[in-house]
């Protein structure tokens, strides 16, 4: 399997596509790309039986697709740990450099490194790191984008994503942060946090790509 194809299958997992369907749009924001290569990659995918695409719905990790893109995130998660952990990266400089390490870790390697790392169930953007036969904990589907005014959460992840993570970086939002919409716009969800006090805008695109727990 090329990479382009397992991006697309982590990416897939990481928005929710492990329980429910999600869109072509969510897609081609995370993977930065157009429709057409969107659904050019699906219809390969598909033939694979490793997603399953409803017209007009969303598409859907198969079985397969789930247990495969489950194993692929774990190995990712397992090196950004390590990276922090022990190699002392800053959280947001650890995606590209496991993008890289991941191809070459076998079972019995990740195995090994878990063990090493303690058997870390988080990696260190809130993404939950599934165990060596593909299982894993399920976490939030709510994005930020999709609350309403009044609404209060936390954040309890983001989507593994480097331009992603530099933005949550810049305007200074970081896991756990408690906040309460205040107001929503077409470009924008205004918070305010309770750490600093203050209110933020976050893009409203990049918002539904933000994991909360309310």
Partial sequence: MTPNKEDYLKLIFEIGGDTQLVSNKR??????????????????LGEEKLV??????????????????????RNHRLWEVFLVQCLKYPADAVHQEAEKLEHALTPEMAKRLSAMLGEPRY??????????????????????GTLDVGQSGHIE????????????VKIDLRLDDEFTVTAKTLDAVIIKLARTGKELAVDADRADHIFVEL
């Fill in 27 to 44: 897609i081609v924001a995370g993977m930065h790309v157009s429709a057409a290569s969107v659904s050019e990659m699906i219809n390969k």
């Fill in 52 to 73: 399953a695409h409803t017209p007009y719905q969303g598409i859907q990790l198969t079985s397969a697709g789930r247990k495969k893109a489950a194993i692929l995130v």
């Fill in 123 to 144: 990696c260190p953007h809130g993404g939950v790191i599934p165990d060596a036969n593909g299982h894993y904990l399920q976490q939030s589907r709510v994005t930020l």
């Fill in 157 to 168: 992840r983001v989507i593994d994503e480097v331009s992603l993570i530099d933005y949550t």
